[in-house]
């Protein structure tokens, strides 16, 4: 004997669990989970370390002028992001980047600080041991 003809139609529909919640629904086609809030939930299970990365911060810009050194050609009078020199009130020439000396509290360049330790290195070595 044949089975009623409602129940030949509704024997591929059948109830399955969403892996998140257990509840029982059935699937339409590929479906695996009941909701999108579900599929969504098991996503961030497996993968946990999805946090976004800290922003980078950018640092201020320095404005050039302020750590550059420029030198008067009448007085040779040096100072730091000043273009003018006040004793001359006249413009002054760009040595080089720069800022104030830590000991003397003048402008330095950053050329004057790599000449000077360039010169102590390219000294010859002597020997103050002579055979006799």
């Given at each position: 004997?044949l089975?009623?003809?409602n129940?030949?139609?509704?024997?591929?529909?059948t109830?399955?669990?969403?892996p998140t919640?257990?509840?029982?629904?059935t699937p339409?086609?590929?479906?695996?989970y009941?909701?999108p809030?579900?599929?969504q939930?098991a996503?961030?299970?497996?993968?946990?370390?999805?946090?976004?990365?800290?922003?980078?911060?950018?640092?201020?810009?320095t404005?050039?002028?302020d750590i550059?050194?420029?030198?008067c050609?009448?007085?040779?009078?040096?100072?730091?992001?000043k273009?003018?020199?006040?004793d001359?009130?006249?413009?002054?020439v760009?040595?080089d980047?720069g800022?104030l000396?830590?000991h003397?509290?003048?402008?330095?360049?950053v050329r004057d600080?790599?000449?000077?330790h360039?010169?102590?290195?390219?000294?010859?070595?002597?020997?103050?041991n002579?055979?006799?």
């Open positions: 004997m089975p009623p003809r129940d030949i139609r509704n024997d591929i529909e109830t399955t669990a969403c919640c257990a509840t029982a629904f339409t086609r590929r479906q695996r009941r909701t809030a579900c599929r939930a996503w961030r299970a497996r993968n946990p370390d999805q946090t976004p990365p800290p922003p980078i911060v950018v640092p201020p810009r404005n050039r002028r550059t050194v420029y030198q050609p009448e007085c040779d009078n040096r100072t730091l992001g273009q003018w020199c006040h001359c009130n006249r413009p002054c760009r040595v980047l800022g000396c830590p003397r509290d003048q402008p330095i360049t600080i790599t000449d000077q360039r010169a102590t290195t390219d000294k010859p070595l002597t020997s103050t002579t055979a006799a």
